[in-house]
């Protein structure tokens, strides 16, 4: 399987045309078809359900995309790893997490390192635990940012010094806006917008689900999200009210939301992880022994 065919694929897949592929990869449309139909025998799978104007991926053509893309990431990542093995400090350093204040850290230590190095580059990706892990173990990032509660045995980790508060975002004129701070009593019966990560582990051993109780599969949650912005959405139209962390949305000024606190309090610690046994690029090398160097009067490494 060939990196330029999977080039080829892709082309096709985000176009939904053979022409237009054919235009924007300068080759004609008879050698990208031809390609294409090799791919398919050498996978033993149909790609694509072609259409007179357009075509479309089978699931199976999904799937390959999905891998392409990871494939290709790799291959682009290693280039730029080699690309940058000179004297001069430049490369590339990828890193996944969630929302959480503690990326503000992370934000000032990359100003810190471009004001030094101007041709390091840094990428960022956002996502829930699952989505970081898994792109980490892939190697399509070298370093992760969790929030607890998250297994993070199987990696290298930093403990950063920030704690998120968990609380509810809510709108301003809505009767639990009046109070401080927001019971597990004040919950019930309300229409609950919470985070599919923290729901999936709501079942195990942790403050989050130790301050719902045992009576957390009666809560009333009428939607799930990934990332908080478009929850803070749902919750501006009135869908319900989203348990999230502080600080992640705007609730000064103008704004019609509002965040109030769990009682008791609850929080999560924030851990930035990386592969046993990883290869650092140069870059992401320094980028570590800087934070190490930030963090060296916090938590002790694990």
């Not at 897949?13 to 080759?27: C, F, I, K, N």
């Not at 990032?141 to 297994?151: E, H, R, T």
């Not at 975002?169 to 639990?176: C, G, N, V």
Request: glycine share 8%.
């Amino acid at each position: 399987m060939e990196l330029r065919v999977l080039r080829y694929f892709l082309g096709v897949a985000d176009t939904g045309s053979m022409t237009g592929a054919a235009r924007a990869l300068h080759v004609t449309q008879p050698t990208l078809s031809r390609q294409l139909q090799e791919l398919e025998e050498e996978l033993g799978q149909k790609l694509f359900v072609r259409g007179s104007h357009s075509v479309t991926l089978t699931p199976e053509g999904m799937l390959l995309r999905k891998r392409a893309e990871e494939i290709l990431d790799m291959v682009r990542k290693t280039e730029t790893e080699f690309g940058s093995l000179g004297e001069t400090v430049a490369g590339e350093v990828h890193i996944g997490g969630g929302e959480t204040e503690a990326m503000r850290q992370i934000a000032r230590l990359i100003r810190e390192l471009q004001q030094e190095y101007p041709q390091l580059r840094f990428h960022l990706y956002s996502g829930n635990a699952e989505d970081v892990t898994e792109r980490l173990d892939k190697g399509l990032l070298d370093f992760g940012l969790l929030i607890q509660p998250v297994d993070i045995a199987r990696y290298h980790s930093l403990e950063l010094p920030e704690r998120d508060v968990w609380g509810v975002i809510m709108r301003k004129d809505s009767p639990l806006a009046k109070r401080s701070a927001i019971t597990r009593e004040d919950l019930n019966g309300v229409p609950l917008i919470c985070s599919r990560q923290v729901m999936r582990r709501i079942s195990q051993e942790n403050a989050y689900a130790e301050w719902f109780g045992e009576n957390h599969g009666q809560l009333n949650v009428t939607a799930t999200y990934n990332l908080i912005y478009n929850a803070a959405l749902l919750v501006e139209e009135g869908v319900g009210y989203a348990i999230t962390l502080d600080k992640l949305v705007d609730v000064t000024g103008h704004s019609e939301l509002c965040f109030r606190p769990l009682a008791p309090k609850v929080e999560s610690g924030v851990n930035i992880v990386w592969k046993k046994h990883q290869l650092f690029s140069r870059a992401a090398e320094l980028f570590l022994d800087r934070l190490r160097r930030h963090l060296a009067a916090g938590p002790a490494e694990t």
